[in-house]
């Protein structure tokens, strides 16, 4: 399955932590070691590992970094030798995640190979909706930032997702132009279907009680463009 990566890939022999359950609070001691040996490098990982997991549960706002240090089995010093602020620590972790985002290559070839609009806009969601829906912690953590933080996370946003963004814009534009779409502009458009993928599961979960069925607000939302 061939697919087009928008970042850096993460670094090989990446372990995944068992979480401690967060009624055991106390943190484990680790040795220390310089900083070109592999326990650093192993440690650091299993940080962000750990951060990335629990703020994608609780959010930001809603763990410790003595919560984060006690379930990746480290000492709350040790998150703090390589993060100095918790804030820190999610910058890094939300850029971990977005470094892994992909194009899918036979998704974008059936976008590129559209014969009309209706079948381009069709195209363009189920690619959008399947690069973010395989990675649901980094959508969780999308959300918590859009509630939880300021916008200085936005040009680390750009950095990551504005690729994305540009390439799907390329390909809505000749039916734009065609007026086979109701859109002044495509970015507008790539953007709106964007966050219909990262809103869906809380607007249909309060007020439809699905959290799960996406594809019916892409359908609604399609017959406003479509001319």
């Known amino acids: 399955m061939a697919s087009i990566s928008l970042g850096k890939p993460r670094r090989p022999g ?5 979480l401690t359950p967060f009624s ?14 592999s326990t650093r490098g192993s440690t650091e990982e299993r940080i962000l590992s750990t951060a990335a997991s629990l703020f994608a549960q609780f959010g930001y706002n809603g763990v ?9 089995e480290v000492n709350e010093v040790t998150i703090y030798r390589h993060y100095p602020r918790k804030r820190d620590l999610y910058v890094a972790v939300l850029g971990a995640e977005l470094q892994r985002v992909q194009l899918r290559g036979e998704l974008l ?3 590129a190979e559209a014969q009309n609009g209706r079948t381009a806009l069709a ?12 990675q649901p912690q ?11 933080l300021s916008d ?16 799907v814009t390329r390909y809505l534009e000749p039916w734009i132009q065609r007026g086979e779409l109701r859109c002044s502009n495509a970015k507008t458009l790539v953007l709106t279907l964007i966050a219909i993928v990262l809103s869906r599961g809380p ?3 309060v007020f439809l009680g699905d959290a799960e069925n996406l594809n019916s607000l892409f359908e609604t939302y399609s017959e406003f463009c479509l001319a």
């Open 14 to 18: 990446k372990k995944q932590s068992t």
């Open 123 to 134: 195209c363009t969601f189920e690619l959008i909706s399947t690069t973010l829906q395989q």
């Open 152 to 167: 200085d996370l936005d040009p680390l946003l750009r950095r990551h997702l504005g690729e994305l963004v540009e390439v």
């Open 64 to 72: 410790s970094t003595r919560e984060i240090a006690s379930a990746a």
């Open 203 to 205: 607007l249909r979960r």
């Open 24 to 37: 055991s609070r106390q943190a484990a001691k680790e040795p220390m070691t310089g900083p070109s040996g």
């Open 109 to 111: 070839t059936r976008l």
């Open 138 to 148: 980094l959508l969780r953590l999308l959300q918590y930032s859009a509630l939880e």
